[in-house]
């Protein structure tokens, strides 16, 4: 008896129904043993089907068997009882809220562990068993536990839904085949759920192609932000090291003047006080003077006065000047007018580039590159207005219009000599540096001979390498009447197409990217540039010929 301790030995004792050890115990004709109350339930319940079947291996019986206690198991029973037998299950093997239960079990029921598509029902481990050992049912399809096995019969003719309709898009059973389904386009479920799954398999692939690619623009992004924290960090710690070296130079300045001041304060304090011993001097012996002139003066006896005068010192010339005494009182006022002008140059100097620096500064773009404008008010959300800085104007240039037009006359304009100043060519520079996404366009008049063009301020400004498009830093639309070119590093490229008067240049400063067009009632694209641009662009235009103009366009 003690060989029945083993769990194997217990389960066989136990109903395969309720799991529990067996009461009354009733064995049916194919030798399967079951409580009685458990069988009956299992029968009465499948009793609208007129056939009653063992719930292990299957086996069908009619009529109805009537059951039996089978009286020797009861009393082995019983016996195991004493020695301890404990049949149930562990809790954590019950079948919870969350949990799909078994269809077999009484009472407390198990977790299932398979459903079978075929049977409609979920079975526990211990119900399982029939399934994976009787050879007619080798063939059913077992899935994960499911509460939904329900969902498959057909609410018509209670039966399973094998097919599919692609006519109406839903799942059906062969008999809504034949009858309502008759006309429609129908399959099995199993060649469309291989259809579907192709279409599934096709739609994971471009998903994870999606997933694959924006993980890329994820990491580049990441490296981005990398990439941007530390220029910003860089170019905050060159900015203040700068700024300080500036500073350092101001206060180096400021004490230079300070010194120099004190410097010719001493050195005009020594000769002022050296004056001032000079003119008390000169008083002192002008007062003794005075004094013998006033004794001589004095004198009764004729005689002796005209004796006596003859004998006087003549007269030293005088130091005294009024003159000096004014230039004095001014002292170092001019000083403070030269310090204040030079304030006010670097004032100047700093509110134009402060403006400059900000507006870099804030075109910072790290974003994907985006595609360029289609239409003409497309472009125009990107429009920038352009100002000429005379400072670049070649002498022969005049500019007006709020500096946004030039014009190529015969003699020289009343400019100052500038080291920005074009000597070389009748060229001319904007004021403000282009590094984002901008739009600008141009009006050629007169004779139409001028070049269009963008360039890094660092381009020469004498001698042939300074014209626009003859060296490696500008890029330029030359215009001679009717004919275009557009040249770079002294390549000279034909560009064809309509012929206006107004040319249209959008610049993307970070994708590299410069596009110019012939601009009308509709916009035509004359020449397109893709490159890498290393330093901050300026637009730039060249007038050829006398008479000929070139106007930036209001566009805002």
């Avoid at 992004?221 to 101001?250: C, H, P, W, Y």
Wanted: hydrophobic share 30%; proline share 4%; glycine share 4%.
């Amino acid at each position: 008896m003690a060989q029945l301790e083993n769990p194997l030995d217990r389960e066989r004792f136990c109903c395969s129904i309720c799991l529990d050890p067996l009461k009354d115990p009733v064995t049916t004709g194919c030798g399967h043993s079951y409580c009685k109350s458990c069988i009956n339930t299992h029968w009465d319940n499948g009793e609208e089907r007129g056939s009653y079947s063992c719930p292990q291996c299957r086996q069908t019986f009619t009529p109805r068997p009537v059951l039996v206690k089978n009286t020797m198991l009861a009393d082995l029973v019983e016996e195991l009882k004493k020695t301890g037998l404990q049949a149930a299950p562990a809790d954590h093997c019950y079948a919870g809220p969350e949990d799909v239960a078994c269809d077999v079990c009484t009472g407390r029921k198990l977790k299932a562990l398979k459903s079978c598509l075929v049977c409609l029902v979920s079975y526990c481990e211990k119900h399982l068993r029939p399934h994976l050992q009787s050879a007619p049912f080798k063939k059913h399809k077992l899935v994960e536990p499911s509460e939904k096995l329900q969902e498959n019969i057909c609410s018509r003719h209670d039966e399973v839904m094998k097919m599919f309709c692609r006519t109406d898009q839903t799942c059906i059973c062969y008999l809504c085949s034949v009858e309502e389904h008759k006309d429609h386009n129908t399959v099995s479920a199993a060649a469309e759920r291989t259809e579907r799954q192709r279409e599934l398999g096709l739609r994971r692939q471009t998903i994870q192609k999606r997933v694959q690619d924006t993980e890329k623009d994820v990491k580049l992004l990441q490296q981005e932000e990398e990439a941007v924290n530390g220029s910003a960090d860089k170019a905050v710690e060159d900015s203040e090291e700068i700024f300080t070296e500036m500073i350092r130079l101001l206060e180096k300045r400021s004490s230079d003047v300070k010194q120099q001041i004190r410097s010719q304060q001493k050195t005009e304090v020594s000769r002022v006080r050296e004056l001032q011993e000079r003119l008390e001097q000169e008083i002192t012996e002008l007062k003794r003077k005075d004094h013998e002139l006033k004794q001589l003066s004095a004198t009764e006896d004729h005689n002796q006065f005209l004796h006596n005068y003859p004998s006087l010192s003549p007269l030293s010339g005088s130091t005294h000047s009024s003159s000096f005494r004014i230039r004095l009182m001014r002292n170092f006022e001019d000083v403070k007018a030269a310090v204040s002008q030079v304030r006010g140059r670097l004032q100047d100097i700093l509110s134009e580039t402060e403006t400059e620096i900000l507006q870099i500064v804030s075109r910072v773009d790290v974003l994907l590159p985006q595609p360029e404008p289609e239409t003409r008010a497309d472009f125009l959300k990107y429009s920038q207005e352009i100002t000429l800085d005379p400072n670049t104007a070649y002498k022969r240039l005049i500019l007006s219009e709020g500096n946004r037009k030039v014009t190529l006359m015969r003699e020289d304009q009343s400019y100052s000599n500038h080291p920005d100043r074009f000597t070389g060519t009748t060229q001319v520079l904007s004021r403000e540096s282009l590094t984002g996404r901008f739009y600008w366009e141009v009006e050629v008049g007169g004779g139409r001979v001028v070049g269009v063009a963008v360039t890094y301020k660092n381009i020469s400004r004498s001698g042939d390498e300074c014209i626009f498009g003859y060296n490696d830093k500008s890029w330029s639309l030359s215009c001679f009447g009717n004919i275009r070119s557009f040249d770079y590093n002294s390549i000279r490229t034909p560009v064809s197409g309509p012929v206006s008067s107004r040319v249209g240049v959008y610049l993307d400063h970070s994708a590299g990217v410069l596009s110019i067009y012939s601009v009308s009632d509709t916009m035509t694209l004359l020449h397109r540039v893709q490159t890498t641009f290393t330093q901050p662009l300026y637009a730039g235009v060249r007038v050829h010929c006398l008479g000929s103009t070139a106007e930036f366009c209001k566009l805002k």
